[in-house]
């Protein structure tokens, strides 16, 4: 006979964080929210409230101080380019585009192209590349001019010349995502590293 769920609950010692909870209780009120939308045979919303308030103990994102831009900026400098163009490159381009970080990691080389005579950045939305943009939608930027005296259009050449789709071949896909691998090192090790107060 199967124990009740709460008994079952309490018993489990891997808990998932207040955080966690609160992104998959958001995520199933936004699927019920959906199938009710669509008149997928949803009555009512059973999930409504269930989310609640974001935990108070969340890691708050603040921005980076000047300080830690000008130690970023001088540790980049110092990154092997060749070797490790992920460390080099990826923060060069979430500092001059504004970008979110899966957004630069899921580029394509055929993503920066010339238009008459301005480089540009394609954030493309494309599911069988496995690209998302916030709202689904493709949008171009210009591409810095401070990228192209770093010799980033060559970097994208040498690419194209190994036979690379992709901007940066090294990192994976992971749960959907191309940034997980590169985030989990810039934050355990590069960040941690070269960024103290």
Known sequence: MAKPWKELALKNKKRLSERTQHYI???????????????????????????????????????????????LIYVLSTVNKFNT?????????????????NEI??????????????????????????QGTKNGKNRTIPLHQKLIELGFLEYISSQKSYGNDRVFSKLRLDRGKWNVGFGKSYNRTFKRKFLKN
């Open 25 to 71: 209780k958001t995520a199933f009120s936004t699927l019920i929210k959906y199938a009710k939308e669509q008149d997928l045979g949803v009555r009512g919303n059973p999930a409504q409230g269930t989310a609640g308030e974001k935990p108070v103990n969340s890691e708050a994102h603040t921005p980076y101080t000047t300080n830690e831009l000008q130690q």
């Open 85 to 101: 163009p992920e460390l080099f490159w990826i923060p060069l381009l979430l500092l001059f585009t504004g970008a979110r970080s």
């Open 105 to 130: 990691c899921m580029l394509r080389c055929c993503d920066i192209v010339q238009m008459e005579e301005i480089w540009v950045i394609n954030f493309k939305n494309s599911p069988e590349y496995h």
